[in-house]
């Protein structure tokens, strides 16, 4: 089975740093996107990868797709209470099917 | 666009008894699909439709449940009979395709509670 595991599980930092959030598995992916959840609300789509090495920006946010296409990080400059939020990374499986990581739970401390 | 839409919001039930969610996914988009989220394992698949053909309900747990789509317009995941390890937020999404170079849109989710 085709996994995507992502660290932290849970993140906290003050406004103003910087972090880093991975996505990884041991299995290659023909893309990966990154979602962001808040409570009560379904996921939203941020950004989708699909070239092994790619970089993404949106803002202070940067995504990147590992050259062997098996991880994927987000990076956050400058984060904002608004960052808060949980952070999913899916991918397809061999079988077509779409797998979602179980997420980084993101605060952003005022 | 309203988005799409999933209804009730939250249920509360018993036991035993049959639950039925239901969905109006975007129109013009012609994929559906059906998610359950929990804390311990995360947001997980449960069945898709394209043009209201089911592809793949190898995510549905148990033949407790089952899912239609009866038109383009219109989607329900049905649990009969519930069980307390069916709580979780269920939610529902549409795309214009089934893989994931489309981008998914998802509802707001129901929120189940079997007691």
């Known amino acids: 089975t085709q996994l995507l595991e992502q660290s932290p599980q849970f993140l906290s930092i003050q406004e103003g740093e910087n972090l880093t959030v991975y996505c990884n598995s041991s299995s290659v992916f023909s893309s990966l996107q990154w979602y962001r959840q808040e409570p009560g609300e379904g996921p939203v789509l941020l950004v989708t990868?699909?070239?092994?090495?790619e970089v993404k920006k949106l803002k202070r946010l940067t995504f990147q797709f590992g050259d062997a296409r098996k991880d994927s990080s987000l990076h956050i400059t400058a984060a904002q209470p608004g960052d808060t939020g949980l952070y999913l990374c899916a991918g397809e499986d061999r079988d077509d099917k779409i797998i979602f990581g179980k997420g980084t739970r993101l605060h952003i401390l005022p | 666009d309203a988005g799409v839409i999933q209804s009730p919001r939250h249920e509360v039930t018993e036991m035993g008894q049959e639950v039925t969610l239901r969905c109006k996914p975007i129109?013009?988009?012609?994929?559906l699909f059906w998610y359950r989220q929990t804390m311990m394992r995360g947001l997980e698949l449960l069945i898709y439709?394209?043009?209201?053909?089911?592809?793949?309900d190898s995510g549905m747990p148990e033949d407790r449940f089952s899912a239609k789509m009866p038109n383009a317009s219109f989607s329900t995941l049905k649990i009969q009979p519930s069980e307390p390890r069916d709580s979780a937020v269920y939610f529902c999404?549409?795309?214009?395709?089934?893989?994931?170079?489309?981008?998914?849109?998802f509802g707001p989710g129901t929120r189940l509670t079997v007691t």
């Open positions: 990868v699909v070239t092994g090495g």
């Open positions: 129109s013009g988009h012609n994929s």
């Open positions: 999404a549409s795309s214009f395709g089934t893989s994931v170079i489309y981008e998914q849109y």
């Open positions: 439709f394209n043009n209201n053909v089911p592809i793949d």
